[in-house]
């Protein structure tokens, strides 16, 4: 059943101090973005809306849609600036960033065309995302969309776009639909992106590197991963060109003739189907046969020689696009660093897996894990966060695991998060512990399963922050809005609410300080030492303690109370490590 917020306040006895950061709820909100210091986060809300968040101040700026329809997007994961820069649209074709309350459209050569905003650096000095290269069209002629970074100005805003060089062609041989730029690292000298193919089937990763002079390069990782036979395409005729159309009949008819053809053919079927069919050629003059037949010759000597290579082509095609990764649209994420590009794929034979490129080395890994997990977020020290498949109905609850350091077994991230900080662990388990709907009885009666609920993940890239986004509709116990729900965690949290509590001096005293591997230094004439944990149960007493005292205790946060022979008493909190 969903369990009451609880904070441990049971050491409001020793004046403890109130915790600067704790664990905040935020309903009704899908958070796909949080700035690098935790201050910022963007989040996608109902009614096709966005809500951008300054955690500092708690001011909140709403942007709403038009019946449902989502006029503002935000784009996922490194949207959002340290300095409160977030990056997005302001509709489908228009990139933009947010900066101080106010939504403005990034500068491009083409307004008219598609253009998009996709990823910024912590310090908003460079926008990576795309730009209009050509009308839109499922084949286009030329590249849809451009890769290109925007610089930030001295004075503020942005300088018109710099177009990042691109591969002209796709693996196929053929002019691809989009090009992109949906990544950039920390310093803004790498650029990931994907190259979408001529149909739109296949994704191929392109990483774009900056040298120490400024000039921009490419390179096309894991093309052996993408066409693992090596399979040589043909000739591509392209499609058939519109002035080669199939001749028909009716062409080369009068609308008396047509008329009359149409009254024969339902008089022979209302008519029972008696007698021969009537056809075209019944009600053409002798002329417009010769006609007809003369023009159907001249189609079909295009058409087969074309067909012959087109379809040789497409069996091709057809076996390169079957047997390869197929990457998903849009997603990957370089780390801070830009030393690795992480994406989602589905790899032929292994089924969907996370895949790791060395942007230096075009080297790759293919990461399943010891679940199927889909890759969310990558931190600073390359540790890996992501989600399975929701379990039970409906929207289910995703859960969220996380691959420290790229180790190959994933660990859930409850149970990450519970060894790193006790008192996270324990407000996990007292809050996102929900009935989930799992489906249907034997007795056609709900069946619940009481589980923690994370949902998929995103975070900082140090983890000073770890957020959890997930779905309620299918939460039997859930009694806020139905929809999107995210919990934003600070690693460092003491547990402690910042209400009902008092404060305590901010320093120890010089008297009483901590040192490592859970030693307490006492100076002075102290008759007793007594150590509480947070929830004021005593674990640790010395009488006369003197020099390094060894508690034992392991690492976390801790009540101190120390008193003389004559009554006297120091209290203090510290973080013993």
């Known amino acids: 059943m969903k369990k009451s917020l609880l904070f441990l306040s049971a050491v409001s006895m020793f004046a403890v101090n109130a915790a600067?950061?704790?664990?905040?709820?935020?309903?009704?909100?899908?958070?796909?973005?949080?700035?690098?210091?935790?201050?910022?986060?963007?989040?996608?809300?109902?009614?096709?809306?966005?809500?951008?968040?300054?955690?500092?101040?708690?001011?909140?700026?709403?942007?709403?849609?038009?019946?449902?329809?989502?006029y503002y997007d935000i784009s996922p994961r490194k949207a959002v600036s340290d300095n409160g820069i977030v990056v997005g649209s302001t509709?489908?074709?228009?990139?933009?960033?947010?900066?101080?309350?106010?939504?403005?459209?990034?500068?491009?050569?083409?307004?008219?065309?598609?253009?998009?905003?996709?990823?910024?650096?912590?310090?908003?000095?460079?926008?990576?995302?795309?730009?209009?290269?050509?009308?839109?069209?499922?084949?286009?002629?030329?590249?849809?969309?451009?890769?290109?970074?925007?610089?930030?100005?001295?004075?503020?805003?942005?300088?018109?776009?710099?177009?990042?060089p691109h591969p002209e062609l796709d693996l196929t041989g053929r002019v691809p639909q989009y090009v992109?730029?949906?990544?950039?690292?920390?310093?803004?000298?790498?650029?990931?992106?994907?190259?979408?193919?001529?149909?739109?089937?296949k994704m191929e990763p392109v990483i774009y590197k900056c040298d120490d002079s400024g000039n921009w390069t490419y390179t096309r990782p894991a093309q052996d991963l993408l066409n693992p036979r090596n399979i040589k395409f043909p000739h591509w005729p392209g499609e058939l060109a519109d002035e080669y159309m199939m001749p028909v009949q009716e062409q080369y008819m009068t609308d008396a003739q047509i008329e009359a053809f149409t009254v024969a053919y339902e008089n022979y079927i209302y008519g029972g189907y008696q007698g021969r069919e009537p056809q075209y050629e019944d009600f053409m003059t002798p002329e417009a046969i010769e006609a007809y037949?003369?023009?159907?010759?001249?189609?079909?000597?295009?058409?087969?020689?074309?067909?012959?290579?087109?379809?040789?082509?497409?069996?091709?095609?057809?076996?390169?696009?079957?047997?390869?990764?197929?990457?998903?649209?849009?997603?990957?994420?370089?780390?801070?660093d830009g030393k690795y590009f992480v994406s989602n794929a589905t790899i032929a034979g292994r089924g969907y897996a996370i895949v790791i490129i060395d942007t230096e080395t075009g080297e790759y890994s293919i990461f399943n894990g010891n679940r199927s997990v889909q890759f969310d977020y990558i931190t600073a020290d390359y540790s890996i966060l992501g989600h399975t498949g929701a379990l039970g109905s409906d929207t289910g609850s995703p859960q969220g695991y996380i691959f420290p350091q790229m180790q190959t077994q994933a660990v859930a991230i409850e149970d990450y998060i519970a060894q790193k900080n006790s008192f996270l662990g324990q407000w996990m388990e007292d809050n996102l512990v929900h009935e989930v709907i799992m489906g249907l009885g034997s007795t056609s009666i709900y069946d619940t399963r009481e589980m923690l609920c994370?949902?998929?993940?995103?975070?900082?890239?140090?983890?000073?922050?770890?957020?959890?986004?997930?779905?309620?509709?299918?939460?039997?116990?859930w009694t806020g809005p139905m929809g999107s729900i995210s919990y934003v965690l600070p690693m460092d949290w003491d547990g402690v609410e910042e209400s009902g509590v008092e404060e305590i001096a901010e320093s120890a005293p010089a008297a009483i300080s901590v040192e490592n591997g859970g030693l307490i230094r006492v100076e002075g004439d102290y008759a007793t030492l007594d150590i509480y944990d947070i929830a004021g149960t005593k674990v640790f007493t010395a009488l006369n303690p003197k020099g390094s005292v060894a508690t034992g205790l392991s690492g976390g946060l801790y009540i101190i109370k120390a008193a003389t022979a004559s009554g006297d008493s120091q209290t203090l909190k510290v973080r013993i490590r």
């Open 180 to 201: 992109t730029a949906i990544s950039i690292s920390d310093d803004g000298k790498t650029v990931a992106g994907q190259i979408r193919d001529y149909y739109g089937l």
């Open 454 to 477: 994370t949902g998929a993940l995103a975070g900082t890239p140090d983890l000073t922050y770890i957020v959890f986004r997930n779905s309620t509709w299918s939460w039997d116990d």
């Open 293 to 336: 037949n003369k023009a159907y010759k001249e189609y079909m000597d295009v058409y087969v020689p074309w067909e012959r290579e087109f379809n040789a082509f497409m069996e091709s095609y057809y076996d390169y696009a079957d047997s390869g990764a197929q990457f998903v649209f849009n997603s990957g994420l370089l780390t801070p």
């Open 91 to 164: 509709s489908t074709s228009n990139g933009a960033y947010w900066e101080n309350g106010v939504w403005t459209v990034l500068k491009t050569p083409n307004p008219q065309w598609i253009m998009n905003a996709k990823s910024i650096t912590p310090d908003g000095s460079v926008i990576c995302g795309g730009i209009g290269g050509d009308e839109f069209s499922v084949y286009a002629e030329n590249i849809m969309l451009l890769p290109a970074i925007w610089h930030r100005l001295p004075q503020g805003g942005y300088d018109d776009p710099v177009a990042l």
């Open 20 to 70: 600067a950061d704790a664990p905040s709820e935020m309903y009704d909100q899908d958070v796909v973005g949080i700035s690098s210091n935790g201050r910022w986060t963007a989040a996608d809300i109902s009614e096709g809306a966005v809500v951008i968040t300054d955690r500092e101040t708690g001011e909140e700026w709403v942007y709403y849609g038009d019946g449902g329809l989502r």
